[in-house]
């Protein structure tokens, strides 16, 4: 897949400039192609405009060398804002204590779409969540997509 192919181009390099990957995502509407990148820096987790202008110019370069996409496309860089995104699982021990919505590849008693305090990984790598009702475990990979809950958010401890 292309995005996997950026991701891996983009990863490494964009870790030496002091940044994390978030997400890559390439979307087709008719004809017209754009490419969104979401990052973050590694130390502190913010994102400026300078940063995604700093950004896009470096990797404008990396994909000009490589060039994964056979046609024209626009390239987007942002932050992974309010809702980040949760795409690694050393996400949800960096939000531990942060409101977050889960998405299940599958029913997991009786529904998909779990919302609760992120309560970190376990030793055995099971993602912890905390909900109204339950205390859950989740395998990494039982996870569609998940995101921080920008309404409930509360501050790191």
Request: charged letters at 35%; proline letters at 2%.
């Amino acid at each position: 897949m292309v995005e996997e192919q950026i991701r891996d181009t983009l990863s490494l390099r964009l870790k030496k400039l002091g940044y994390h990957l978030i997400r890559v995502k390439l979307i087709s509407i008719n004809t017209k192609k754009t490419l969104q990148i979401m990052a973050e820096r590694i130390k502190d987790k913010k994102m400026d405009i300078e940063d995604c202008v700093f950004l896009s110019k470096h990797i404008s370069t990396y994909l000009e060398v490589d060039d994964p996409i056979d046609s024209s496309y626009v390239l987007e860089v942002s932050s992974g804002g309010l809702a980040r995104p949760l795409t690694i699982i050393d996400d949800y021990e960096s939000f531990k204590y942060n409101k977050a919505k889960i998405v299940l590849k599958e029913k997991f008693l009786g529904k998909k779409t779990y919302r609760g305090f992120l309560k970190g990984v376990d030793k055995k790598g099971k993602v912890l969540l905390e909900t109204e009702d339950h205390n859950i475990k989740f395998n990494f990979f039982e996870i569609e997509k998940a995101n921080i809950d920008p309404n409930w958010a509360m501050e790191n401890n």
